[in-house]
């Protein structure tokens, strides 16, 4: 190698700017301008619903927002189930849910390639033909 072979290295990947640092780099930091959503603070979280039902204005009035949503699982993911019974401990440790879903439905989509026993799970009607046609049960 001589001295007229040299190459300078290729720039590496540059640095994202860091935005909300003070001085006068990204001033509103993502945030938008001014309003509440742009300002430091606790954001409404679901501990809140022990304090809204110590209010008895609020008590009996129902927030669609802090609800446990059953999270979806259609009939292809059952087939990653090993076993023949499924329930949300088996999905959990399938991978089908996450470890923190306390609910699921099972949804028409896909194909049932064996007979399952679901157990305490939410059902689709289409879902619910297709595992009994497939010869599997489902419990309440």
Partial sequence: ?????????????????????????????GRGTKGQKSRAGTKMRPAIRDYIQRLPKLRG?????????PEP????DLNKVEGDIVNLETLKKA?????????????NTGEVTKAFTVEQLAVSSAAKKKIEAAGGTIKA
């Fill in 61 to 69: 009035y129902d927030f669609a927002i802090l609800k446990d949503k």
């Fill in 1 to 29: 190698m001589q001295t007229h072979e040299l190459k300078p290295n290729k720039p590496g990947r540059k640095k994202a700017a860091r935005i909300g640092r003070g001085g006068k780099r990204g001033t509103t930091a």
């Fill in 95 to 107: 991978g089908v849910v996450s470890k923190k879903s306390k609910t699921a439905k099972i949804l």
């Fill in 73 to 76: 699982v259609t009939l292809n």
